[in-house]
């Protein structure tokens, strides 16, 4: 049972360089969300999806794109990484949006912009 | 803005002992809130939740205390145990919002021999 996987789980970037961070469930649920985590500050929602084919931006998505094109997957693109952008970014999922349901997390992935 | 305040950054307590972290909320319309523990090198993972209709949730060592007046609630695990060392955060979320989670900073716990 794999649960939430992301793919890279470290990156190193040079500014101005593109790339997509990977996220799939295999939970078969509907609620997928991205957050960035920076020490001090906790996690912070950075783009969401109810659905395939539906996504939204959360409390800091300038510099990232989302695309949901199956219930399983859900990319983060960062088009031109930037500084500012170096963090530890999660991929979690939840089965309903209702707000007493568990968010599923993955691992992390590492990403440092030089 | 940071919706949901929480405290200590850091916590050290000794094994057998009592920790206690607190976060306070501003919005009222929120109606869910978790616990989530996280080891080094892990996502985050639900502890313990609780919802506004009750006070008070136990689960094992650990305890959410809820004060819906204050605006503020608690985590309390008892007989703190080296393996419980990790990061603790608090969150909260609303009905109709698609579950988003509104962190807090986080508390780092340690816990000593």
């Known amino acids: 049972n794999a649960g939430v996987t992301q793919t890279p789980k470290f990156r190193i970037l040079k500014i101005g360089q593109s790339m997509t961070l990977q996220c799939a469930q295999d939970m078969n649920h509907n609620y997928m969300y991205w957050y960035r985590q920076d020490p001090g500050m906790g996690l912070k929602l950075i783009y969401y999806s109810v659905g395939a084919g539906i996504t939204d931006k959360g409390e800091v998505p300038n510099g990232y794109n989302v695309s949901r094109s199956t219930t399983e997957d859900f990319p983060l693109r960062l088009e031109l990484a930037a500084p500012s952008q170096t963090s530890v970014y999660f991929c979690?999922?939840?089965?309903?949006?209702?707000?007493?349901?568990?968010?599923?997390f993955g691992q992390g992935t590492r990403l440092t912009v030089v | 803005q940071q919706q949901v305040k929480q405290s200590p950054q850091s916590l050290i307590v000794q094994k057998g002992g009592i920790s206690i972290i607190n976060c306070a909320y501003e919005n009222t319309a929120f109606d869910y809130f978790p616990w989530y523990q996280q080891f080094p090198g892990k996502g985050p993972a639900l502890l313990i939740a609780i919802r506004p209709d009750v006070s008070e949730k136990k689960e094992g060592r650990f305890t959410i205390s809820f004060n819906k007046s204050a605006k503020q609630f608690s985590l309390h695990i008892m007989d703190s145990q080296p393996g419980d060392s990790a990061t603790y955060f608090c969150?909260?979320?609303?009905?109709?919002?698609?579950?988003?989670?509104?962190f807090g900073t986080g508390t780092r716990l340690q816990v000593t021999l």
């Open positions: 979690a999922s939840s089965f309903e949006g209702q707000p007493n349901t568990e968010a599923f």
């Open positions: 969150a909260a979320s609303m009905t109709g919002t698609a579950s988003k989670l509104t």
